[in-house]
Nanobody, 114 residues
Framework: QVQLVQSGGGLVQPGGSLRLSCAAS????????MDWYRQAPGKQREFIAT???????NYLDSVKGRFTSSRDNTENTEYLQMNTLKPEDTAVYYC????????WGQGTQVTVSS
């Protein structure tokens, strides 16, 4: 069964850090690109980061320099390290794998508030 299972997230004060994890199973994780998206209340889901099979990354401008996407192909896991968090980062975060699977993780809430 192809699936993505997320962990991490929670409540953090502005300026704090969190790390999200996304464990993959049921497919050859090492050869696909993996993405992170987020959806804030009342807004559309937006792309925030991707890490290709060779580790190349790309980010939404508003998170560049604060967020780092990485992967461990031996553990079939993708990570999103989030530093210097801001209240506007509050959202439900989703990991995603595109072609040929098009699968979403279950989502995890990140709340940045004092």
């Amino acid at each position: 069964q192809v699936q993505l299972v997320q962990s991490g997230g929670g409540l953090v004060q502005p300026g704090g850090s969190l790390r999200l994890s996304c464990a993959a199973s049921g497919f050859d994780f090492s050869i696909v690109a993996m993405d992170w998206y987020r959806q804030a209340p009342g807004k559309q889901r937006e792309f925030i980061a991707t890490v290709s099979s060779d580790g190349t990354t790309n980010y939404l401008d508003s998170v560049k320099g604060r967020f780092t996407s990485s992967r461990d192909n031996t553990e079939n896991t993708e990570y999103l390290q989030m530093n210097t968090l801001k209240p506007e980062d509050t959202a439900v975060y989703y990991c995603h794998v595109g072609w040929p699977y098009y699968i979403w993780g279950q989502g995890t809430q990140v709340t940045v508030s004092s």
